[in-house]
């Protein structure tokens, strides 16, 4: 019932910048949170930053100060702007959304299917 595609992923110097985005579509009422996960070779997935419909957000120690997650409401859609990239940023970035669906009340979870960002020294 909803679709999430993620685009701006790529190959980028250290240093660099990326902006990562994310829109949902489908049968939905409303989106109640927005997250950025990522997974790299060899390591568990991790929460990057979230968003709530009311605007609160919340981000890895890892990436405090660096990244910046923002929403467009009339677009259904999620931003993550990435500055100042390292290499251990490399990772494949998932999109994951809460939603209400029609004619329930309860959220569910959707995922993207993943975008890769590759940051070379």
């Known amino acids: 019932q909803v679709q999430l595609v993620e685009s701006g992923g790529g190959l980028v110097q250290a240093g660099g910048s990326l902006r990562l985005s994310c829109t949902a579509s489908?049968?939905?009422?409303?989106?109640?949170?927005m997250r950025w996960y990522r997974q790299a070779p060899g390591k568990q997935r991790e929460l990057v930053a979230d968003?709530?419909?009311?605007?609160?957000?919340n981000y890895a120690d890892s990436v405090k100060g660096r990244f910046t997650i923002s929403g467009d409401n009339a677009k259904n859609t999620v931003y993550l702007q990435m500055n100042s990239l390292k290499p251990e940023d490399t990772a494949v970035y998932y999109c994951?959304?809460?939603?209400?669906?029609?004619?329930?009340?309860?959220?569910?979870?959707?995922w993207g299917q993943g975008t890769q960002v590759t940051v070379s020294s």
């Open positions: 968003i709530t419909s009311s605007g609160s957000t």
């Open positions: 994951n959304v809460d939603v209400t669906r029609l004619f329930t009340t309860t959220s569910f979870r959707y």
């Open positions: 489908g049968s939905f009422s409303r989106i109640n949170v």
